[in-house]
Each structure stands twice: as C-alpha cells, then as structure tokens.
C-alpha cells in the first residue's frame, strides 16, 4: 500500500507542475483554470461519485458505508474541536478563515484521486459518505461561521449540488441494482478518468497564481498548515485505532481529512468580504505541502494499526 501511495503522490505532484507550468505559459488564463474547476466539481467528480454505486449489492457495503458515515461525523468532531481549542480568537487574526481552513478539506480534488489510487471504486464508493457529512457542514456550519449569522437557509444548497445529486442516484441504482448499459459504463469510466489529471492541473494552476515567496514568509500559514495536514489527521488516526474497524473505511475518511484546505473556503469568503487573498494562500500552501503529507498520513496509519 505504501508504494501504491507513494506513487500517486509522485504522479500528483507532477501533474501539478504540469498545470503551473501550462498557466506560466500562458497555455492556461485564470478564467479558463476557473471554468476546468467547475468542469471538474460539477461534472467529472459527479460521474466518479455516482460510477463508485455500479456494484453489486452486498450487505457489507451497505455495513461500511454507514461506518463511514458514523466515522466521517466523529472526524468532523475532532477537526471543529482542535481548530476552536488551536485558533483563538485574537484582533487583527483572520480567525475564522483560519479555523474553516483548518476544518474543512478539498475532499473532492485531492480526496477521489488518492482514495480511488488505493481502493479503487469501493474506496470511492464510501468517500460518498463522507462527502455528504462535508456538504452538510460546510453548507450550515462554516456558512453560519463566514456571515457570522446564525441561519441554516443555506442548507437547501446542499441537496443541489452535483455530488448529492450523485450520491443520491447512485444509491438508487445501488440499492434497486439497475445496471447500466455497457457503452454509456465505458463513457462514464472514461470521463471519470479525467478526474486526476484535470484536478491536479487546476491545483497547480491555483499554486502557482499565489506569491509563493511572501507566503513562506508568514509564519502564521505553516502553523495552519501543521494543523491542517498533521494534528488533525493524527489525532483522528489515534481516536481510529481504539474502534477495530474494516482498514479500508478508516484510511479513506483518514486520507479525506488529510487533504488541503478547501477551494470553497476562497469563494466564501468573496461572498461574505471576507480576506480572499488570505483564504487563497492557506489552499496554496496546504496543497502543496498536501503531496507529502496526505500518503505520508495515509503510511502513519499502516504502521500504526501494525503495532
């Protein structure tokens, strides 16, 4: 598993290159990089989700998936507590970019490719659990936290998105086992391909649009980082170890808190005038520090459950 993880990371990170490499040379406008985004969130992701539910019906899915579930709640609980008890809040501290940086992670970019690299569609196939925890949260939660009011109005967006929208088709089709045609399974298989190599050229394209430079010299984004990408994930891999569950659920809700920061939290914070460019430099950092720590993480848990 170590070798499968350690590959994938290799290959991410020079998709990554590719996408900065392609935006530096002007292959890539910020506006083309924005619409892939989208190509990526609400169709190739929505397919990869929903192609996880061909499967055949077995009651040990329907077992592990709400595991996940269960798992993916008690993970959300861990994060939410470590960011309120490691960020304080403190004049003139973006604490609240801070602590939704911390929280809440880009599941979906960087989450699909390294869980499908390791399990295939059946790790895919319980990520959607805890994709629709993240949907939940982030739609109540860390809107509540962003405008700083206390409404749930926002909630209605979470049964619109595309991977809801997926996660709910496909367990119809899962449950009341409707195959489908083999040449629209082969189109789907194929676009669902593109979801690695299209996420992490976005990713690289986002990186490289940020002042690396004067980021490095912020002290403040290396302590997020270290929270984000270390603390979190392992303190949720020690909670793990003491509930003897399948590994596979376990390192697949491990490696979805284990990714960068979340590109929503940016776009939130354009919503609600909050600091943007700060937003936007913590997903830089954390996702590029994110090629060594998330398989790094993904290793930690293997050597742990050996012990």
């Known amino acids: 598993m170590a070798q499968i993880v350690l590959h994938q990371a290799v290959s991410m990170f020079l998709l990554i290159l590719v996408g900065a490499g392609c935006f530096k040379l002007h292959l890539l406008s910020r506006e083309t990089v924005s619409q892939i985004s989208g190509l990526v969130l609400k169709v190739v992701n929505p397919v990869v989700i929903f192609m996880a539910y061909q499967r055949e019906f077995q009651a040990e899915l329907v077992r592990n998936l709400g595991w996940t579930f269960l798992l993916s709640v008690i993970a959300y609980a861990i994060a939410i507590s470590v960011s309120y008890l490691c960020i304080r809040e403190k004049e ?7 602590r939704f940086s911390c929280i809440y992670s880009n599941c979906g970019f960087m989450g699909i490719p390294l869980v499908k690299s390791m399990f295939d569609y059946e790790g895919v196939f319980y990520l959607t659990a805890f994709l629709t925890v993240f949907n939940a949260l982030v739609w109540s939660h860390g809107v509540m936290q962003m405008s700083g009011e206390k409404s749930l109005k926002s909630l209605g967006k979470v049964l619109r998105s595309p991977a809801i929208i997926a996660i709910i088709l496909g367990m119809i089709f899962f449950f009341v086992q409707i195959p489908l045609p083999d040449i629209l399974s082969e189109t789907l ?8 190599p299209l996420a992490m050229i976005v990713a690289g394209a986002t990186i490289i649009q940020t002042d690396l430079l004067q980021t490095f010299r912020k002290p403040r984004v290396f302590y997020i980082s270290l929270i984000k990408l270390i603390l979190i994930p392992v303190l949720i891999t020690g909670i793990f170890m003491l509930i003897p569950e399948e590994k596979i659920v376990e390192m697949t809700v491990v490696a979805a808190m284990a990714a960068p920061s979340a590109a929503i939290c940016t776009m939130q914070c354009l919503n609600y005038n909050r600091n943007a460019a700060y937003a936007s430099e913590l997903f830089g950092i954390t996702t590029l520090f994110s090629v060594a720590t998330m398989p790094l993480m993904m290793i930690l848990y293997e050597l742990t459950i050996k012990l």
Do not use: K, Q
Request: no cysteine.
């Open 92 to 98: 003139g501290r973006e604490t609240v970019i801070e």
């Open 189 to 196: 298989d194929s676009l669902g391909s593109l979801n690695t």
